[in-house]
């Protein structure tokens, strides 16, 4: 299961990328320095114009992969986690 997550991390990096790049052409190097720095403002940004810029459908696949990474990430993290004291010889 670390693979699908490793996958989903990889996808949401390459769908956060994608709408990087349109936040750079589009409102310059500041704002895209912001948006390199800071991904939620990335996020946002791409949510507020993806209407405008005709990324709806990344947008929309960037928060599913995104929900769906935290998920399995929880599920399976918390698989780690040790259940009590470990015995006594």
């Keep these: 299961m670390?693979?699908?997550i490793m996958c989903l991390g990889l996808v949401n990096l390459v769908l956060a990328i994608i709408v990087l790049i349109k936040l750079?052409?589009?409102e310059g190097a500041l704002k895209g320095i912001l948006g390199l720095i800071c991904g939620l403002y990335t996020f946002i940004w791409g949510?507020?114009?993806a209407t405008k810029l005709g990324?709806?459908?990344?947008m929309?696949?960037?928060t599913a992969i995104l929900i769906l990474y935290f998920i399995l990430s929880f599920a399976?993290?918390?698989t780690m986690i040790p259940r009590g004291l470990p015995a006594t010889p």
């Design 55 to 58: 990324i709806k459908n990344i």
């Design 24 to 26: 750079f052409q589009n």
């Design 47 to 49: 949510w507020m114009n």
């Design 2 to 4: 670390s693979i699908l």
């Design 76 to 78: 399976f993290g918390a």
């Design 60 to 62: 929309l696949a960037w």
